[in-house]
Structure formats: C-alpha cells, structure tokens
C-alpha cells in the first residue's frame, strides 16, 4: 500500500476528466431538460450545461451560483419534483454515499420522463484507503461509500426501466485482504482517505488524520501496508467506475 497514503485511482484529475468524457458521450440526443443530481462544485454541472438547454443542479447544500442554471437543495432519497419532469436525470458520484438507495432509486425512475443516467465506483473494496474518525472512534469506509455496485445490483435499483447502454471507465487493482484490513484498522488507519470532503457517516463531524502512532500501531501499519503491496501485484485490473443509461418504456 505504498501509495494508499495518497488518493486512491478514482479521485485523480486526469481520471475525472475521462469520467466526466464519458458521462456526456453517453448523454442521449434531444434532452432539453436535465436535472443533475450531486452537483457540488458545479465543475460537471458546466459541462452538460453545454450540451442541454435547461439544467437543475441538485445538491445537499448547493456550493455555486451559474447564470442559466438553476440550483436547489434537496435530498435524493425524497426529491420535490412532479413525476415525469425531465428528460433526463444524471446522478454520478452520488448513489454510494445514500443511506437509503433503493429509495433514490426509486426517486430518480420517478422524476424521469424519459431516462436516468447513473454512474458509481465499481466493485470497490470500500476497506482500501477507509478511516478512523478521531472524534467517534468509528471506522469509516473510503469517501464515505456505503454502498459498492455492479451491473446486477445497480439494475436492480430501477426495476421499471431498461437498460439502454452500459460504459466503464479507467481500471485498477486496489482490493484488499482481511489480515492488512485488520492491521491498518488496528493501527487507527493512518493511510485513510482524511483528505476528502464527506465527515464521519456515524457522527457527522469532519475527518482527520491519526496524531503520531505509538510503536506497536507503527509496526501494525508497517505490515498492514506491505500485505497489501504484495496482493496488489496479483489482483486483476478491473473497471474503477460504471456508468449505466437507463430508458422508460
């Protein structure tokens, strides 16, 4: 795990451009309106703005102001919009943070006219790279990701709708194994993901790195990291993201 301490694959520039590539080669022809949900910063946000006339970007706490865009708060397990209200819904990077998926599922079907568009890290090992929140004592999974997806189960989340087309983006190796998962949590996890914007999924308060290691937790992490960069050599590269379009009728 030499480079666990840094971000892991799925968070690097150069990949979220050829994600975000992805996203809008996948978008169908003749959406006029399109509600993105996640928006955060905007960045993608911007770019669908390009390619559709009329864009809601729906987060949390919405982080940016556009000129022709309209940006609300909402959650995406109770959305506030009428059923059928646009053309299309994009939500990426968001259905492995929910709490309750099958009702975003449900949620994004519902306020569809025509499809849903969804995109999430692929088969994660959500142990690689998690914390140890120094204020709760709880381990945290990578990001905060609840939830890990493959096709079967990101399909089952839409029972209504079929799916139209099917991408995956980037690949990687980072799977873990139980001995290096129980000396990294044993260790306080000091080569976590402390870096990212999501706070503590149990308490809610923001992350942060271990303060120095005593020695055994040294020696535990020392192992735990050595275990892994073993593994890794022998795990075969699989998809880091998929994005799936979904069609009503």
């Known amino acids: 795990m030499a480079n666990m301490a840094a971000q892991p694959s799925l968070a690097q520039p150069s990949l979220e451009e050829l ?17 993105e949900i996640g928006a955060r910063h905007g960045v993608m946000t ?3 703005a390009y390619r ?14 556009l000129d022709g865009i309209v940006t609300v708060a909402g959650n995406v397990e109770r959305l506030q919009f009428a059923d059928n209200s646009f053309d299309c819904v994009v939500c990426t990077e968001v259905l492995e943070h929910v709490p309750d998926v099958a009702s975003a599922g449900r949620e994004l ?33 990578t990001y905060g990701h ?48 402390y870096d990212q914007e999501e706070p503590c999924v149990f308490c809610g308060q923001t992350m942060a790195p271990p303060g120095p290691l005593s020695l055994p937790k040294r020696v ?21 993201w998929i994005l799936m379009l979904l069609k009503k009728g």
Request: some cysteine; charged content about 20%.
């Open 220 to 240: 535990a992490a020392s192992i735990g990291v050595r275990l892994y960069d073993f593994q890794v050599r022998f795990n075969q590269p699989r998809a880091t």
């Open 52 to 65: 559709v006339p009329a864009v809601t970007a729906l987060d949390l706490s919405p982080r940016f102001q």
């Open 146 to 193: 609840l939830n890990s997806f493959d096709e079967a189960r990101l399909a089952k989340l839409f029972p209504s709708l079929r799916t139209a087309a099917t991408e995956y983006v980037a690949e990687n190796r980072e799977r873990s194994n139980a001995l290096s998962v129980w000396l990294q949590d044993l260790a306080g996890n000091p080569y976590g993901t």
């Open 19 to 35: 994600r975000m590539d992805k996203v809008l080669a996948m978008l169908p022809a003749g959406v006029r309106n399109l509600l």
């Open 109 to 141: 079907a519902r306020v569809a006219r025509h499809y849903v568009l969804v995109g999430v890290p692929y088969r994660q090992d959500t142990r690689v790279g998690r914390t140890t929140c120094s204020h709760c004592g709880r381990i945290n999974p």
């Open 46 to 48: 911007k770019k669908l």
